[in-house]
């Protein structure tokens, strides 16, 4: 019994002392804060918000902060609340699921071009360097321009603009793990290729990808809000932070209330992932905490 209880224990344990790790550093204390308020509220928007996001009271259009609105209303009557509440949800949903997908295309493309011969590596990487040297707000509006503006152009754009940095990154761990004496132990005993690739060299290089995903985070909201602000991201009609900054510039000269609603969850979610990932790297790789600290 005493056996299994320490055999159940490691995962747990080190899951736990990360956490200390992180919440141990002020930043990392409040990326931690920030980014469970910004996922708890993206969780529960449907049950927070108070009002509907497309529901118009030209009564009540540039209403200032009050009991019934307490962030005011938009130049249409809208709560700006509930917007901000739910675009909170669309900005998780979006950075989520593009983020997912192109760490889905990403790890088996850097495990081929890490592992796989070398006219295949090279071809991969042509390809990989091709698509980051296009500029980004070029690349999102050529696909714009071809798909229309929707959620899922904005998770297109952001797939194709990930997918290389992220299969770089796969493929260097990869070249510098297929060396190590437990891969060679493998093909010395005839072990499959897909072993090696998912059960020996996938679980070594996932930790650096998920760090360097988790600080991407900031980066596709930023962009999300960005694309939609110009009129090129989610429709006008979903709650989104970019469409709160969008239509509160057409009537900043009336009120300012729009626009700081609209951009100060950005630069919140921007600080929170950006501390809360910075915290996690430290964490996970102590000789670079003990390098900064130097």
């Given at each position: 019994m005493h056996v299994a209880t320490g055999f159940n224990q490691p995962r747990s344990f080190r899951i736990a002392r990360t956490l200390r790790q992180i919440l141990s550093t002020?930043?990392?204390?409040?990326?931690?804060?920030?980014?469970?308020?910004?996922?708890?509220?993206?969780?529960?928007?449907?049950?927070i918000a108070p009002y509907s996001p497309t529901a118009i009271s030209v009564t009540d259009r540039l209403a200032g902060p009050s009991a019934a609105h307490w962030l005011g209303t938009d130049q249409l009557g809208r709560d700006l609340f509930t917007r901000v509440i739910l675009g909170t949800r669309t900005a998780m949903t979006v950075a989520l699921?593009?983020?997912t997908a192109a760490l889905a295309a990403a790890i088996p493309l850097g495990l081929i071009a890490g592992y796989g011969p070398?006219?295949?590596?090279?071809?991969?990487v042509l390809v990989f360097d091709s698509l980051s040297s296009l500029p980004m707000i070029m690349f999102g509006l050529a696909i714009v321009v071809l798909l229309g503006p929707g959620v899922s152009t904005v998770i297109l754009v952001i797939v194709a603009y990930s997918v290389p940095s992220y299969a770089r990154l796969v493929r260097a761990q990869t070249l510098?793990?297929?060396?190590?004496?437990?891969?060679?132990?493998?093909?010395?005993?005839n072990a499959s290729?897909?072993?090696?690739?998912?059960?020996?060299?996938l679980?070594?290089?996932v930790g650096p990808l998920l760090i360097l995903a988790c600080l991407d985070l900031s980066t596709v909201i930023t962009l999300e809000a960005g694309l939609s602000f110009l009129g090129?991201?989610?429709?006008?009609?979903?709650?989104s932070w970019g469409n709160i900054l969008?239509?509160?510039?057409?009537?900043?000269?009336?009120?300012?209330v729009p626009v700081l609603v609209g951009s100060i969850p950005i630069v919140l979610a921007t600080i929170g992932f950006t501390f809360f990932g910075e915290a996690l790297r430290d964490a996970l790789d102590p000789k670079l905490a003990t390098e900064k600290s130097a």
């Open positions: 002020p930043l990392g204390a409040i990326g931690v804060v920030l980014v469970t308020l910004i996922v708890l509220v993206a969780a529960l928007a449907p049950w699921v593009s983020l070398r006219w295949l590596d090279g071809l991969l510098s793990l297929k060396a190590r004496d437990f891969i060679r132990a493998e093909q010395v005993m290729n897909l072993r090696i690739l998912f059960v020996h060299l679980p070594n290089v090129l991201g989610v429709k006008p009609q979903v709650p969008s239509d509160g510039f057409s009537v900043i000269r009336n009120t300012p």
